[in-house]
């Protein structure tokens, strides 16, 4: 795709010796030995370009824990300050971090004459990848800071379409949530900013952390400490409600306080 | 006589083709539309596996016409309504009578196909031949060798091939679709074949897990992970292992990775600056480069083939519309200006569109392509619901993306002049963010 003149040079080739008949055969398959498409070949030049960047690759990744993820969760420690902050890390396989760079792989083979059977290899391998022990932790601990969210009381904000601005009704909420955050100064909440299905699932997570920050924001201007409030955006990905009406989509438009494990 | 026109005709398709492949970044044409594209006449005579209802060769048959269709550069003619049709035996490259090349030669149709096949110990043989009326002979024969769960992938080859032989470019059957399914409170990411086919799960870790991207080699994929708390890392996961390494973990959201063309940056949007900011990672050093400042959100980077500018989408304005920059974060301009709602950009791998979600005035999120010096504006798609992350394919020919307009999100591809809509998911469950990969 990226060399088009000598791809274009070549159908042209190759139209004028279908044309000519008689004896093109080998001349395509001529061609073609030099073009040939085996995913096996493929592989062979990736790795080999693999290889001659695995040194660097090697020294990028030494530093830092290393874990194969799935096969390996003993090796992946919680974190160092929160203990209930479980998956933080980055995670870094055992394997040297690969290059990305793009390779400029063989075209496909044009099917002159037949010269060997190609073996269509098995389907392209996936691994469904089990997750850590750390990511089954987060999960649960999600479930449960759900369970003691509801027994707390907190109520969550409103928004309208397309806007992170705190409405009137949304301030008078907050300042009951700020009151029990503040009498319970050794709790901490999260900020889940949400939104409608209308819009694109990326503008709509930025849009959410406008949302969750804005709710924030206000908390902290009435008092409560920088410590007890955190944020994350699930744009539209975690709706409230699954209608597709306008009642349903401003029962999305929320910023959703969570309380915190103990 | 016959032999002379078809030469002409040939001529034509080969200067027609080289036209599109030389024009780069000038041509504003809609490759799929091309008034001067002379789409080359082919039948599928079918394939035969010895047995009286062939339902192998059927179902390869099926496989092959949906792909030289999908391809753009064959019509398939509809053999038997032309009462062409195989006589007797057909086992090999002999089998088919000069009758009946003569008869889809008068019909106008320059290319025929057929097969067989066999079984071989544990795998499954299929032969194609290629007829081709210019030569007035079988020009191929290809011999694929695999077990029976690859006979799809077969006639993809086969049809990568054909398309290859007749234009000098890679076909695009054997490419993949990457995507995010829902289930139940997750978002998983799967693969598929690039017709819906064979979907396989590759992340299990019940967070969400958003909006993947390829890397050149198909090796990798790059997304947005949720399974921390404070922040969102950029992960990259290796698909024939499960492997997984972090490449960005700024706190906050670190949201739509982007490749270079050349594989040495990654473009992302992080929020550690407080809001939404564009950077640059080089990924082979692992510096980072700030490129957008602004209080405003940016976002979902999208880069030029060549490499020089990114597209991205910025709320700077008001709502969100679709910013052009140099690659350096230098000679910021806005490129859409109709409609107060325009994000998720995508640069076509041809470079002459950037294909967005538009917001219609009916309120319809929808496919628009503008080309880059924003001159041309065309929507592509229209209806209810809402199109979402649009992913060129290879060939720069074809659009996958999200639509809820049957209800729950299904993955569309669509030709990139808006024709031939095709659902490619199905099923109860919510499908979305799909990446179309190389080739």
């Known amino acids: 795709m990226r060399t088009r003149y000598p791809a274009t040079a070549l159908a042209a080739l190759l139209g004028v010796l279908i044309l000519l008949g008689a004896g093109c055969g080998k001349s395509i398959q001529a061609n073609s030995g030099s073009k040939s498409y085996e995913p096996g070949a493929r592989r062979d030049v990736t790795t080999a370009s693999m290889r001659t960047t695995s040194p660097t690759g090697g020294a990028m990744s030494s530093g830092s824990r290393q874990l194969e993820a799935g096969r390996q969760p003993d090796m992946m420690a919680r974190s160092g300050d929160t203990g209930s902050e479980a998956g933080i890390e980055p995670l870094s396989s055992s394997a040297p971090m690969p290059s990305l760079s793009s390779i400029d792989t063989a075209g496909p083979g044009v099917s002159g004459k037949r010269s060997d059977e190609q073996r269509v290899p098995g389907e392209l391998l996936v691994a469904k990848s089990e997750p850590a022990d750390t990511s089954r932790r987060r999960v649960e601990e999600m479930q449960r800071e759900q369970i003691a969210t509801a027994a707390a009381g907190l109520e969550d904000v409103f928004f309208t379409f397309d806007s992170w601005q705190i409405t009137n009704e949304g301030k008078q909420t907050l300042m009951l949530d700020a009151e029990w955050m503040k009498a319970n100064p050794a709790r901490a909440v999260t900020i889940e900013g949400h939104c409608d299905e209308r819009g694109t699932l990326a503008y709509n997570l930025v849009l959410g952390e406008k949302r969750a920050k804005a709710v924030q924001t206000y908390l902290m201007e009435l008092g409560v400490s920088t410590r007890q409030v955190g944020v994350v955006s699930y744009g539209k990905e975690r709706p409230f409600c699954k209608e597709h009406d306008e009642s349903c989509y401003q029962k999305n438009r929320r910023g959703h306080l969570v309380l915190r494990g103990e | ?439």
């Not at chain 2, 089998?95 to 067989?116: M, N, P, R, Y």
């Not at chain 2, 071989?120 to 009326?133: C, I, K, T």
């Not at chain 2, 029976?148 to 490419?175: N, P, W």
């Open chain 2, 1 to 439: 006589m016959v032999r002379v026109v078809l030469l002409a005709v040939y001529l034509a398709v080969v200067a027609g083709l080289a036209g599109i492949l030389e024009t780069g970044a000038e041509d504003v044409y809609m490759e799929a539309t091309r008034p001067d594209f002379q789409k080359i006449p082919i039948g599928v005579l079918g394939f035969r596996d010895g047995g009286e209802q062939d339902p192998t060769g059927e179902r390869a048959a099926d496989v092959l016409k949906a792909d030289l269709r999908r391809s753009l550069v064959f019509s398939v003619a509809d053999l038997l309504k032309l009462g062409i049709r195989l006589n007797g035996k057909l086992d090999g490259k002999e089998s088919v009578d000069k009758k009946t090349f003569q008869s889809a030669l008068e019909q106008g149709i320059s290319v025929l196909v057929w097969g067989k096949f066999a079984a071989r110990e544990a795998d499954l043989l299929m032969d194609g031949f290629v007829y081709d009326g210019g030569t007035g002979d079988v020009v191929a024969d290809r011999r694929y060798i695999g077990t029976a769960s690859v006979l799809r992938q077969m006639a993809h080859r086969f049809a990568d091939e054909l398309v290859f032989r007749y234009t000098g470019e890679q076909g695009i059957a054997r490419t993949k679709i990457a995507f995010v399914s829902e289930l139940n409170n997750s978002r998983e990411v799967f693969i598929m074949d690039y017709d819906g086919y064979g979907a396989r799960q590759l992340t299990a870790d019940g967070h969400l897990n958003l909006m993947p991207r390829w890397s050149w080699d198909r090796r990798y994929l790059i997304f947005t992970s949720y399974r921390a708390r404070t922040r969102q890392f950029i992960d990259m996961i290796e698909v024939a292992t499960g492997k997984r390494w972090t490449l960005v973990s700024f706190t906050g959201l670190n949201i739509t990775p982007a490749l270079s063309p050349d594989g040495n940056h990654l473009a992302f949007a992080t929020s550690q600056d407080g809001n939404s900011e564009i950077y640059k990672m080089d990924t082979n050093t692992k510096a980072f480069q700030r490129l957008t400042f602004h209080q405003a959100g940016d976002l979902s980077p999208t880069w030029s083939p060549t490499g020089r500018e990114i597209a991205f989408t910025s709320d700077r304005g008001g709502g969100p519309q679709i910013y052009v920059m140099s690659a350096d974060g230098s000679n910021i301009r806005r490129l859409t200006f109709e409609g107060d709602y325009n994000a998720a950009p995508v640069w076509s791998p041809r470079g002459n569109w950037i294909a967005y979600v538009c917001r219609t005035p009916e309120h319809q999120f929808k496919l628009c392509l503008i080309s880059p010096d924003g001159q041309k504006r065309v929507r592509i798609t229209s209806g209810p619901g809402v199109d979402d992350s649009p992913s060129w394919s290879p060939d720069g020919r074809h659009l996958v993306f999200s639509s809820t307009a049957e209800g729950k999100s299904h993955i569309y591809i669509v030709n990139s002049d808006g024709t031939e809509l095709e659902r490619i998911t199905s099923g109860g469950v919510a499908h979305t963010s799909p990446s179309w990969s190389p080739i």
